[in-house]
């Protein structure tokens, strides 16, 4: 009995490794991958197709097998998701029943059970399936897994929350200010429209945001004046977090080429063993990189501000003692306590996918985790003893 358990917890390992495509070259994960993101496309192409009254989609055969599969391929990843969370590096030090109930509470698989409760549903009650259409639409957040680009936004997003938040606050103190001015004005003449605040808000809302569907409008002087104030003052409301977002989203874009995972992390020499909460701190440093065959990551006296470790593929460092070799999980780049970074060149010799940390992320990551500073400085001296 006992000889079965590491194997059960090797083949557990591997799905893991497969569903979360967390191991760079492996080229069934990949095309498990590109398979569900297809399946995810036509599940939700046909649940909208469905809803054309002239193509009487929901009487053909092949549309309720093509439905019935696609539920049991996310009935199995859902299933098969839950098998593997011990799996997962911030969930290996608890109880595999405890792992997986604290998975089971994550957006990823709340949106992974929401996909497949439509045939729950069918079977469990008599409540049509076809009335459960926006749960069937909901698989299309899956794609968000799969996405650099819903990542990026996410990340974008996060780090300007607070930003976002002082802006919803000016928006609601505006729709405020607005609904009160024009409850003052119009509460004698349009009594049922702006009779309170609460009633005026409507026109607030609509006009601060530049929608307008014109139900209700000022009729006196003053409450167009109010009224042209308060669109103008839309524009600028609506502009501050659209400009918000999208300075962010760009700048994580153009550091972020591909989605790292806490247990692609887990597994770079620098990182291996360590606890949950400092890879949850060591995560939002790390800027993804990625080089194709022959372009340089570090240019012959270039002072780079940034340390890098390689995730995919290999490099070569020139040296005066001739070509080295860079692999996964190697350090090279900005040390530590240093001004610069190294001066020997280093140039991709195959499509490379590499970790970078800025100069000022450095000094916050020595602050607060100098154990992983000192693993990252002394793997990175032994590729270039000359820094």
């Known amino acids: 009995m006992g000889e079965h358990k590491p194997r059960l917890r090797t083949l557990r390992r591997r799905v893991f490794d497969i569903l979360e495509r967390d191991l760079p070259g492996d080229h069934f994960a990949d095309a498990l991958h590109y398979f569900l993101i297809v399946t995810v496309l036509l599940s939700v192409g046909g649940a909208v ?98 996405s650099s680009g819903f990542n990026a936004l996410y990340l974008a997003v996060r780090r300007e929350r607070y930003a976002l938040l002082s802006c919803l606050i000016i928006l609601c103190a505006g729709v405020l200010m607005a609904a009160t001015a024009m409850y003052l004005i119009e509460r004698d003449v349009q009594p049922d429209k702006f009779g309170s605040i609460p009633e005026a808000m409507w026109w607030a809302i609509t006009t601060l945001t530049t929608v307008g569907y014109g139900d209700v409008v000022p009729v006196t002087n003053l409450g167009r004046v109010v009224g042209a104030l308060t669109m103008v003052s839309g524009l600028m409301m609506l502009a501050l977090p659209i400009a918000i977002i999208a300075s962010s989203f760009s700048e994580v874009i153009s550091k972020h080429n591909f989605v790292v995972t806490f247990s692609m992390i887990s597994r770079l020499p620098p990182f291996s063993d360590l606890e949950a909460p400092v890879l949850g701190d060591i995560l939002p440093l790390l800027n993804s990189r990625s080089f194709d065959r022959g372009h340089h990551v570090v240019r012959r006296g270039e002072s780079a501000a940034h340390l890098f470790v390689v995730l995919q593929g290999h490099l070569e460092m020139e040296g005066e003692e001739g070509m080295r070799r860079i692999g996964p999980g190697d350090v090279f780049g900005l040390l530590p306590g240093h001004t610069k970074a190294s001066p020997l060149p280093v140039r991709a010799v195959a499509k490379t996918k590499i970790l970078a940390i800025e100069e000022n992320e450095l000094h916050m990551l020595a602050l607060r985790h100098p154990a992983v500073m000192g693993r990252l400085a002394a793997a990175a001296r032994d590729r270039d003893p000359e820094a």
């Not at 799996?87 to 990823?108: D, G, I, K, N, S």
């Open 49 to 146: 197709l469905a809803t054309v009254p002239s193509l009487q989609l929901r009487d053909t055969w092949w549309f309720h097998w093509g439905e019935f599969t696609a539920l049991v391929i996310f009935s199995v990843e859902y299933g098969m998701r839950l098998w593997v969370a011990p799996e997962h590096p911030l969930l290996r030090q608890r109880p595999p029943l405890v792992a997986r109930a604290r998975y089971a509470v994550t957006v990823p698989a709340l949106i992974d059970l929401a996909a497949i409760l439509p045939w729950l549903v069918s079977f469990t009650t008599d409540l049509d399936v076809h009335a459960l259409l926006v749960l069937r639409l909901v698989r299309f957040l899956k794609l968000a897994r799969y």
